[in-house]
């Protein structure tokens, strides 16, 4: 039979070798972006453009570590020219305000001017280490164009856009999430917060509201004697 320390000292150690326990919660983020990098025909019916995309995120609802963040995305596109169809693929390098880095990759598929993917954050450092998550992300082209170099007689490629990762998802282990580390998620729609006032009126009662009749009542009592009609 286990002695009373014995128990609590089992008790504290199984506390300690319990995983810790990570907090989730999701933010809906929009970024616009620059890209630059050189295009190549690589075949007959293909193009294949080599560059960076650069740009600063903006959490849609409430503040976080993430929310004016600025990203550098190293990527690389095929471009299937008789189908009009793209593949992409690329890491990103994310640097919050407080200047700790989140590391992602991500994949997008479509075609020229639009494309749809998965972004995947797979670590950070300091006040983000840990950090995963995971948001499916869409990639608009407002503005692209094409230029000759003519010191090295490559092509050189630009475009401008907006990239949106509608819901995406943290994992934050031994911290809250949903505290404004990362941004606080979607706000409720106002006829969900109007419905939540009514319910607290509700709750209320009519002897809640006879009550603090009561007590508004009193210091009139107390100062006339009577109630005004």
């Known amino acids: 039979m286990l002695k009373p320390t014995q128990t609590i000292a089992l008790a504290v150690l199984t506390l300690c070798m319990a995983p810790a326990i990570a907090e989730t ?6 970024a616009p972006w620059e890209a630059n990098g050189q295009l190549y025909q690589i075949a007959v019916d293909k193009l294949h453009f080599i560059g960076t995309f650069e740009g600063i995120m903006y959490i849609e609802h409430g503040e976080g570590l993430l929310d004016t963040a600025l990203f550098t995305c ?5 471009i299937h020219v008789l189908s009009n169809q793209l593949d992409s693929h690329g890491y990103c390098t994310i640097e919050s305000p407080t200047g700790d ?9 479509g075609e020229p001017g639009s494309c749809t993917g ?14 995963t998550g995971e948001s499916d992300m869409i990639v608009r082209t ?10 090295t007689g490559g092509t050189i490629s630009a475009a401008k856009g907006l990239a949106i ?3 995406m998802r943290f994992e934050f282990p031994g911290r809250s999430a949903k505290s404004g580390m990362l941004g606080t998620g979607p706000t409720p729609p106002e006829s969900e917060s109007n419905q939540a006032v009514t319910e607290d009126r509700q709750t209320d009662g009519p002897a809640s509201s006879e009550a603090a009749s009561e007590s508004m ?5 107390a100062a006339n004697g009577r109630v005004p009609e």
């Open 25 to 30: 919660g999701t933010a809906k983020i929009l």
């Open 74 to 78: 190293p990527s690389t596109q095929i």
């Open 217 to 221: 009542d009193a210091p009139l009592r």
């Open 165 to 167: 990762w509608p819901e």
């Open 142 to 151: 407002a503005l692209s164009g094409t230029a000759i170099n003519e010191a």
């Open 118 to 131: 998965t972004f995947t954050l797979t670590g950070g450092t300091g006040r983000l280490a840990g950090i």
């Open 101 to 109: 880095y989140v590391y992602a990759e991500f994949t997008c598929d």
